[in-house]
């Protein structure tokens, strides 16, 4: 939704009153559909993923993390939307390019939204099991019940009807591959000797998927302004880029690629300080685990905003929309790649001999 509104904010679409009404009532109930479905189906692989390895199922902890999940998806999202409706009409009256501000907020506030909700929907709702059984399908029918009328809200909206038929497939596979990358996690951080690894993982995800949303939204934006997707092929190669021409070329979104890139290292480094001052993980801080960090947190980002170019134009070239197509599957590779390289460097880590494990027990 952010990246749709990104883009009529961008082309004028939401400068008067009744404009900037229908446009957020349309990517409200767009937004609450896609958090419904998606929350349902997050529960589903969630219990198939921990039934298949344990070989039991318990119904009432299956309908409780539904429960959880499609509630926390629900209110997570509408109080993003919010927020970021607030954050991109605040940005256009001060003359402040939305794309730079709004993606990497709503990156950020998502995650931390997200986990706050879950924790404490989860918990009232596993308190209430054992005396009042009937919540946790209660809640699940209620906001199953909604579907309908989100539906018909977003149908009404032209800008948002046909991403209501069309944009399920990346929210879908997006997930998909954001689940490989929480099973590496699972699989690492269950040895105790690399349960250092789940205080570092969200920050270099959270990091990753950050630049790269603002690199593929700044990269739509300007595909936009010359017209609809695939109308200008002269701007949307098929083909892969060069990594030169992405990085070093003198075009606005190289530029905008190189000073992102150049960003990674000094934010890793005050995310990296704050850990060690609180004294945070199982893991300390050595200069050998910074390189090892680093050189993964860097090497993470250099994919994805090689991708990011890839894939916005082959997109556009293909007459699909980058804004909602683009940022959940690089959001998703952010999370694969990051979790996966971490999960390296840890075991490589280990190996050589820097096995330190018992930092803020």
């Given at each position: 939704?952010?990246s ?10 939401m ?25 349902f189906?997050?529960?589903i ?5 921990g ?6 199922f318990?119904l009432?902890?299956a ?11 629900f209110?997570?999202?509408l109080?993003?939307g ?7 009409i605040?940005?256009?009256k001060?003359g402040?390019?939305?794309?730079n ?20 929907i ?7 099991l ?18 309908p ?13 046909e991403?209501?038929?069309?944009g ?22 269950s040895?105790p ?14 990091v990753?998927?950050n ?9 739509s934006?300007y ?31 190289s530029?905008?690629?190189r ?7 000094p ?13 945070g993980g ?5 200069p ?17 905003l090689?991708?990011a170019d ?14 909602n197509?683009?940022?959940?599957y690089?959001t998703?590779?952010?999370?694969l ?12 880590l ?12």
């Open positions: 939704m952010v749709h509104l990104l883009l009529q904010a961008n082309i004028g679409q400068d008067t009153p009744k404009e900037l009404w229908k446009m957020v009532t349309g990517n409200m109930a767009l937004i609450q559909v896609q958090a419904t479905v998606v929350g189906l997050a529960s692989a969630a219990v198939v993923f039934w298949i390895p344990d070989g039991h318990s009432d902890h309908v409780l993390l539904c429960a959880s999940s499609v509630a926390t998806a209110i997570a999202s109080v993003l919010m927020i970021m409706i607030g954050v991109i605040g940005s256009r001060m402040i390019n939305p794309d501000v709004a993606t990497p907020i709503a990156a950020s506030l998502g995650d931390l939204i997200t986990l706050a909700l879950l924790s404490g989860s918990w009232g709702l596993y308190k209430e054992g005396s009042k059984p009937y919540v946790n399908p209660l809640v699940c029918a209620i906001f199953i019940s909604l579907l009328l989100w539906i018909v809200v977003a149908k009404r909206n032209s800008a948002t009807r991403v209501l038929y069309s399920w497939e990346p929210v879908i596979i997006a997930m998909a591959i954001s689940s490989v990358g929480g099973l590496i996690l699972d699989r690492t951080v040895d000797n690399f349960a250092g690894m789940a205080v570092f993982t969200p920050v270099i995800n959270g990753g998927g630049l790269v949303a603002v690199q593929a939204s700044r990269i934006t595909l936009h302004m010359s017209g609809e997707p695939g109308d200008s092929p002269g701007t949307a190669p098929r083909k892969c880029p060069s990594p030169c021409s992405t990085f070093f070329s003198s075009g606005v979104n530029r905008s690629a000073v992102l890139f150049l960003l990674v290292m934010g890793h480094l005050v995310f990296l300080f704050t850990i060690s001052s609180m004294q199982h893991t300390t801080i050595t050998i685990f910074i390189m090892f960090y680093m050189t993964a947190a860097l090497l993470q980002v250099l994919i994805l090689y991708i890839w894939m916005v134009h082959w997109m556009w070239g293909r007459h699909l929309d980058p804004d197509f683009s940022i959940p690089l998703a590779l952010g999370d790649i990051g979790t996966g390289l971490l999960a390296l460097s840890f075991h490589v280990w190996l050589i001999g820097d096995r330190d494990s018992d930092v803020g027990d």
